[in-house]
């Protein structure tokens, strides 16, 4: 079992809809939770961060934790072609481990 | 302020040649990582930093991949010898006391 688990995808979403992202984690001990965008050819770009069971709003972006479920969510409000990307779930207990990342395809 | 910066950008070696990559991390972080990313894949860790110690590299391949990080600042990662499969993107990444940033990477391509 992978320590963090992602859907590969792609999920595809209409344009002003909301995209859910989700994540689960295999080690009870990891601390924080991170969500990354990568667009095709580039580095991950941090989104959120999150440690604390429940919700974190930043702009368009919710990301919910729960810890007891060992799950892991990002939400895009009025999602637009430019979150076109790959999402990486990452989990921190001393090192930070990722998912597999998933596509999103916003279709205008 | 300067994110974490890696160079070179690209790089195509012939297999069995040597190769280096840099890492200059955010200032004050004193966790830095190097990453492996492989076309379609997450970023799997091969090798961690706290400081100038290597607390975390139970994933660098030995035979042939070697890091360094003196002064607890920059940092190196060495492959020598190059082989086909060595053909990805590393990424090098510093972290202070919660979220890790990364560099923009360095593309290699083994021929």
């Known amino acids: 079992q992978k320590e963090v688990e992602q859907n590969s995808g792609p999920l595809s979403v209409p344009e002003g809809a909301i995209a859910s992202l989700n994540c689960t984690y295999s080690d009870r001990g990891s601390q924080s939770f991170f969500w990354y965008r990568q667009y095709s050819g580039k580095s991950p770009e941090l989104i959120m961060f999150i440690y604390s069971n429940g919700d974190k709003e930043d702009g368009r972006f919710t990301a919910q934790l729960n810890k007891a479920s060992q799950y892991v969510s990002l939400l895009i409000r009025d999602s637009q072609p430019s979150d076109s990307a790959t999402y990486l779930c990452?989990?921190?207990?001393?090192?930070?481990?990722f998912g597999t990342g998933t596509k999103l395809q916003v279709i205008p | 302020e300067a994110g974490v910066v890696q160079s070179p950008r690209y790089k195509i070696i012939e297999k069995k040649q040597p190769v280096a990559f840099w890492c200059n991390p955010i200032s004050g972080h004193n966790t830095l990582y190097w990453y492996r990313q492989n076309l379609g894949q997450g970023p799997e860790l091969l090798i961690r930093y706290e400081n100038e110690e290597a607390v975390d590299d139970s994933q660098l391949p030995k035979d042939r991949f070697s890091a360094e990080r003196l002064k607890g600042v920059d940092s190196t990662l060495k492959i020598q010898p190059a082989e086909l499969g060595d053909s990805a993107v590393y990424l090098c990444?510093?972290?202070?006391?919660?979220?890790?940033?990364f560099g923009q990477g360095t593309r290699l391509t083994v021929v």
């Open positions: 990444a510093s972290r202070g006391n919660t979220e890790a940033f």
């Open positions: 990452a989990g921190l207990y001393q090192k930070v481990t």
